[in-house]
T-cell receptor, first 113, second 116 residues
């Protein structure tokens, strides 16, 4: 079945550092790919998405490019802020069917001032 | 506030008791999803409604779990004879149901269940 794999472990970095969170996927057909963010005490929010190969999703300074050849959708931000501290989930959904989401395990990101 | 709401936000129960959670989706959304999230894991799909029809159930949804969406509005998720392994955050999401492409799912804050 469809699945998403995120890099292991929390990520701790200093303010203004470069952030990368790796995400790879396994899916049949042509899935849509997403990054969701969960801020402390809040619900999941869609951060960005890409619906076909080579699409780049972007929002709030975050970017991710849909790479079909490497089945990857890595999240990047050039200069993080303390307010970016949250848990980040990579997810996918198939084009056909009910659009249910398959999530990775998530990565806790802690940005230190 | 016109987002997805869930009640209660927290529920503590003893093993063997029944619990029921409620989800109120965004009013114009006809699709509704339930997910379960355990500590350190991403959300896992449980079940899906299109209007009042339950169209898909995950194999994670044992016989002790039942979900309803009467009249295609709010939804309830009931767990009978709770077990400690049911302790998790239960998330509800809703979306429009347009025919093609992805319809963004909007998530509620979740109900955290603790089974003692």
């Amino acid at each position: 079945g469809d699945s998403v794999t995120q890099m292991e472990g929390p990520v701790t970095l200093s303010e203004e550092a470069f952030l990368t969170i790796n995400c790879t996927y396994t899916a049949t057909g042509y899935p849509s790919l997403f990054w969701y963010v969960q801020y402390p005490g809040e619900g999941l929010q869609l951060l960005l998405k890409a619906t076909k190969a080579d699409d780049k999703g972007s929002n709030k300074g975050f970017e991710a490019t849909y790479r079909k050849e490497t089945t990857s959708f890595h999240l990047e931000k050039g200069s993080v802020q303390v307010s970016d501290s949250a848990v980040y989930f990579c997810a996918l959904t198939s084009y056909y069917g009910n659009n249910r989401l398959a999530f990775g395990k998530g990565n806790q990101v802690v940005v230190i001032p | 506030d016109t987002g997805v709401s869930q009640n209660p936000r927290h529920k503590i129960t003893k093993r063997g008791q029944n619990v029921t959670f409620r989800c109120d989706p965004i009013s114009e959304h006809n699709r509704l999803y339930w997910y379960r999230q355990t500590l350190g894991q991403g959300p896992e799909f449980l079940t899906y409604f299109q209007n009042e029809a339950q169209l898909e159930k995950s194999r994670l949804l044992s016989d002790r779990f039942s979900a309803e969406r009467p009249k295609g509005s709010f939804s309830t998720l009931e767990i009978q004879r709770t077990e400690q392994g049911d302790s998790a955050m239960y998330l509800c999401a809703s979306s429009r149901g347009e025919a093609s492409g992805y319809n963004e799912q909007f998530f509620g804050p979740g109900t955290r269940l603790t089974v003692l």
